[in-house]
């Protein structure tokens, strides 16, 4: 079991099982969500994930897309689209131990500030990789 939490607390998540990936975001949506250069994410089936602790407001930035957060103290804490049905992406940074997130892949670096640079070896896609 893993689990994740805002900052303040107020409200968690917890998962069963293995992601089904863990990656970098570039794309605009994600770092102005954040407000940060790039978000990182892992996705989680649907059926082996559960709030905990209270349940997360939430902001559909586009049709078909929700942003969650925690109302108390604003902390971004997962993404869920149409487009990835049966899953839910949660902010890396929220997990309890979040030093354990291993990034396998980047996703929209056609949109990645160019003065953040990157040192890693990982695959790199323009877009998004599915």
Known sequence: ?????CLCGQVGWQYS???TWACYC????CTRNCAAPVTAFIGVELKSFEWIN???????????????????????MAFQAERYSGEIHLYAATLEN????????????????PWLELADDLPKFGGSKT
């Open 26 to 29: 570039h794309c605009k949506d």
């Open 54 to 76: 209270g349940e997360p407001r939430f902001y559909s930035s586009t049709a078909g897309v929700n942003r969650y957060f925690c109302e108390h103290c604003g902390t971004p």
């Open 1 to 5: 079991m893993k689990k994740g939490h």
């Open 17 to 19: 099982g293995v992601e």
């Open 98 to 113: 979040p030093e354990e997130f291993k990034p396998e892949f980047h996703v929209h670096t056609a949109k990645q500030l």
